[in-house]
Nanobody
Framework: QVQLVESGGGLVQPGGSLRLSCAAS????????MRWYRQAPGKERELVAG????????NYADSVKGRFTISRDNAKNTVYLQMNTLKPEDTAVYYC?????????WGQGTQVTVSS
């Protein structure tokens, strides 16, 4: 079955960095675009970044452009989110997402807290 397992979250001070990872299994990872979403308390889940199946195309929410970088390693079935210059408003649970054969799949999420 499809599994997405996020890791790398934690507590970081404003201005700090974190790298999230999402290990995927159960589908042909190299043929699927991947996305990172986040959800802050009391807010709707929002798209943070997306990457095409071969990594050649990426897109970002305006709020993270220039600070976050999405990448993937198809040999390792893993997608990453490098987050730099973190702000308190980046605090949220971050989720990995894949759309495969008409279904959307989500990981369990990883908490990112930006606070001094």
């Amino acid at each position: 079955q499809v599994q997405l397992v996020e890791s790398g979250g934690g507590l970081v001070q404003p201005g700090g960095s974190l790298r999230l990872s999402c290990a995927a299994s159960g589908f042909t990872f190299s043929s699927v675009a991947m996305r990172w979403y986040r959800q802050a308390p009391g807010k709707e889940r929002e798209l943070v970044a997306g990457i095409s199946s071969n990594g050649g195309s990426t897109n970002y929410a305006d709020s993270v452009k220039g600070r976050f970088t999405i990448s993937r390693d198809n040999a390792k079935n893993t997608v990453y989110l490098q987050m730099n210059t973190l702000k308190p408003e980046d605090t949220a649970v971050y989720y990995c997402n894949a759309a495969w054969r008409g279904n959307w799949y989500w990981g369990q999420g990883t908490q990112v807290t930006v606070s001094s």
